[in-house]
């Protein structure tokens, strides 16, 4: 299993940016999908989480401005940002819980990062 992500960039103060994360390979399943990030000297910390039933957990710091979803069909999630701040620069990382075939419990994979830079 893979997590690809896509997305990311630079983007003014007030911007939006929209970061989406697809996985890949022999997947019987896949749960909880989500978004982390980690700015320079502090630790990866959760943005927001999805299950595959569409319920939402979203960080008091983004709640508002953030929306996740996701297409089951096609293993994928997305991270709309909207009123990006500078406190949201950080490397965002995308995370799922999948069971791949051949296997009997779920394991987490995480996507490489992408870098979200919010400065004026």
């Known amino acids: 299993v893979q997590l690809r992500a896509y997305g990311g960039g630079s983007v003014q103060p007030g911007g939006s940016l929209r970061l989406s994360c697809a996985a890949s390979?022999?997947?019987?399943?896949?749960?909880?999908m989500a978004w982390y990030r980690q700015a320079p000297g502090k630790q990866r910390e959760l943005v927001a989480e999805i299950t595959n039933g569409g319920d939402t957990i979203i960080a008091d710091s983004v709640k508002g401005r953030f929306t996740i979803s996701r297409d089951n069909a096609k293993n994928t999630v997305t991270l709309r940002m909207n009123s990006l701040k500078p406190e949201d620069t950080a490397v965002y990382y995308c995370?799922?819980?999948?069971?791949?075939?051949?296997?009997?419990?779920?394991?987490?994979?995480w996507g490489q990062g992408t870098q979200v830079t919010v400065s004026s």
């Open positions: 390979g022999s997947i019987l399943s896949v749960t909880d």
């Open positions: 995370n799922a819980f999948a069971t791949p075939s051949g296997s009997l419990r779920p394991r987490e994979y």
